[in-house]
């Protein structure tokens, strides 16, 4: 006999109970641990909110004082935009235990994020009372100060944090973007000494001044560079700027002229467009000219990775000439001791570079560009008091001065920035 309509209804309606009357009872005789596990998989492998909030619910109905379910349940109603749930989830959790570090942390960024930073940084000092040491309270405090301007305080929180753990790479590159934006200016006195052990008799001077302005796009430079080179004296006049583009993009700009095209180009300039990767990568592709008796255009790419404290950047400059391609490649690698201006660093390369003021001369005449040379070059630096900048490199060259020619140079620099 056919069924009536009304009759499979009813069975359908019945099969459905019973499912759902099963599906219950086994979740009401799973723990709140396993529904814990089950809210969380909701949540992040099936990103279905609401079967998560209503698992944890469960999981909280059977153990109240498992405040861990509870913290992570607030941040579900962070997530879903709930936020008078979360905040009252928040305060529950740090009501019965105001040291829990998880649950501050949550409540600070949902403050954070939601524009409120004084609301934050009450909950976020609360939680340093009893969490002192607390690397993400530590970098949310920085981050929340540097939104209310409070740069000071601001850099102080992210020291300490690189004093405690100096691979805490997070911390330093705020620290820079905080150094950035709360110095406005700078000024800085570099002097360089190039020595020869047999190409020339002389040795070369070379110094320079600067100036910086941070503005609402980026860093504008002016700077005056002296040389004394083949006992002439020369002058250079530069300016460097860095306009942002996004948060993912910015940009090199560079513009210089010379009265003695025999030491420094009588025209440079140069361009380069660096992109923020994710995990920690930097890339950019741009060109530099130089223009002595002739015009010489040299194209480089460059790579970097931050790696705990370390700072890894491959750069490498490409000089097309009507038969062939002159490379040159540079290695840097920097290990960080503290902040952003605190590290030791060491540079190895084949080849000339172009953003070198003391070799940069070598692309004057046709050909001079494919001189051969293997350079290594140590750099420290160090921040003091805040707001000084202290920097050393030494330098040896292997340097092809003429074909099948070569000689050794030496160079030491020291190099002074005052921000204010």
Same mark, same amino acid.
């Given at each position: 006999?056919?069924?009536?309509?009304?009759?499979?209804?009813?069975?359908?309606?019945?099969?459905?109970?019973?499912?759902?009357?099963? /599906?219950? !009872?086994?979740?009401?005789?799973?723990?709140?641990?396993?529904?814990?596990?089950?809210?969380?998989?909701?949540?992040?492998?099936?990103?279905?909110?609401?079967?998560?909030?209503?698992?944890?619910?469960?999981?909280?109905?059977?153990?109240? =004082?498992?405040?861990?379910?509870?913290?992570?349940?607030?941040? #579900?109603?962070?997530?879903?935009?709930?936020?008078?749930?979360?905040?009252?989830?928040?305060?529950?959790?740090?009501?019965?235990?105001?040291?829990?570090?998880?649950?501050?942390?949550?409540?600070?960024?949902?403050?954070?994020? %939601?524009?409120?930073?004084?609301?934050?940084?009450?909950?976020?000092?609360?939680?340093?009372? $009893?969490?002192? &040491?607390?690397?993400?309270?530590?970098?949310?405090?920085?981050?929340?100060?540097? =939104?209310?301007?409070?740069?000071?305080?601001?850099?102080?929180?992210?020291?300490?944090?690189? =004093?405690?753990?100096?691979?805490?790479?997070?911390?330093?590159?705020?620290?820079?973007?905080?150094?950035?934006?709360?110095?406005?200016?700078?000024?800085? #006195?570099?002097?360089? $000494?190039?020595?020869?052990?047999?190409?020339?008799?002389?040795?070369?001077?070379?110094?320079?001044?600067?100036?910086?302005?941070?503005?609402? +796009?980026?860093?504008?430079?002016?700077? *005056?560079?002296?040389?004394?080179?083949?006992?002439?004296?020369?002058?250079?006049?530069?300016?460097?700027?860095?306009?942002? #583009?996004?948060?993912?993009? $910015?940009?090199?700009?560079?513009?210089?002229?010379?009265? /003695?095209?025999?030491?420094?180009?009588?025209?440079?300039?140069?361009?380069?467009?660096?992109?923020?990767?994710?995990?920690?990568?930097?890339? &950019?592709?741009?060109?530099?000219?130089?223009?002595?008796?002739?015009?010489?255009? +040299?194209?480089?790419? !460059?790579?970097?990775?931050?790696?705990?404290?370390?700072?890894?950047?491959?750069?490498?400059?490409?000089?097309?000439?009507? =038969?062939?391609?002159?490379?040159?490649?540079?290695?840097?690698?920097?290990?960080?001791?503290? !902040?952003?201006?605190?590290?030791?660093?060491?540079?190895?390369?084949?080849?000339?570079?172009?953003?070198?003021?003391? %070799?940069?001369?070598?692309?004057?005449? %046709?050909?001079?560009?494919?001189?051969?040379? %293997?350079?290594?070059?140590?750099?420290?630096?160090?921040?003091?008091?805040?707001?000084?900048?202290?920097?050393?490199?030494?330098? *040896?060259?292997?340097?092809?001065?003429?074909?099948?020619?070569?000689?050794?140079?030496?160079?030491? !620099? +020291?190099? $002074? *920035?005052?921000?204010?």
């Amino acid at each position: 006999m056919l069924m009536t309509s009304k009759f499979r209804t009813r069975l359908v309606f019945l099969v459905f109970m019973l499912f759902t009357s099963l /599906n219950y !009872g086994q979740n009401e005789n799973l723990t709140s641990d396993e529904l814990y596990t089950l809210g969380r998989n909701a949540a992040f492998e099936e990103d279905d909110y609401p079967k998560a909030i209503d698992l944890l619910k469960r999981a909280i109905a059977k153990s109240p =004082d498992y405040l861990e379910i509870q913290v992570f349940l607030g941040r #579900i109603y962070t997530f879903s935009d709930s936020l008078s749930l979360a905040r009252t989830t928040f305060k529950h959790v740090l009501e019965k235990d105001p040291s829990r570090e998880d649950a501050s942390f949550a409540y600070g960024n949902l403050e954070y994020w %939601n524009d409120n930073p004084n609301a934050s940084l009450k909950i976020v000092n609360a939680g340093l009372e $009893y969490s002192p &040491d607390s690397e993400d309270l530590g970098l949310l405090k920085a981050k929340v100060l540097k =939104d209310l301007q409070n740069y000071k305080e601001s850099a102080q929180v992210l020291e300490r944090l690189l =004093d405690q753990n100096p691979k805490l790479t997070q911390a330093r590159s705020l620290l820079r973007a905080l150094n950035t934006v709360s110095a406005r200016n700078s000024v800085g #006195i570099s002097y360089e $000494y190039v020595y020869f052990d047999k190409r020339f008799d002389d040795p070369w001077h070379l110094a320079g001044i600067d100036y910086t302005r941070q503005t609402g +796009i980026g860093s504008v430079a002016a700077r *005056i560079n002296y040389a004394n080179r083949f006992r002439n004296d020369a002058l250079q006049a530069e300016l460097d700027a860095y306009p942002r #583009i996004s948060d993912l993009f $910015y940009t090199y700009v560079n513009i210089g002229i010379s009265n /003695n095209s025999g030491i420094f180009p009588k025209l440079r300039g140069g361009f380069s467009l660096f992109a923020n990767l994710p995990a920690a990568f930097e890339a &950019d592709a741009g060109f530099r000219y130089l223009s002595f008796d002739e015009d010489t255009f +040299i194209y480089t790419l !460059g790579v970097g990775k931050y790696y705990k404290n370390y700072w890894f950047n491959l750069r490498t400059y490409l000089t097309p000439t009507d =038969d062939e391609l002159s490379r040159s490649l540079a290695l840097t690698v920097r290990y960080y001791l503290g !902040g952003a201006d605190d590290f030791i660093g060491v540079r190895a390369g084949v080849g000339i570079s172009p953003d070198s003021n003391a %070799n940069s001369v070598l692309f004057a005449g %046709n050909g001079q560009n494919r001189l051969r040379s %293997n350079n290594l070059f140590l750099t420290y630096r160090k921040l003091l008091g805040g707001t000084n900048v202290v920097l050393f490199e030494t330098g *040896i060259e292997d340097q092809e001065y003429a074909t099948d020619t070569r000689g050794i140079q030496f160079s030491a !620099g +020291i190099s $002074y *920035i005052k921000r204010f």
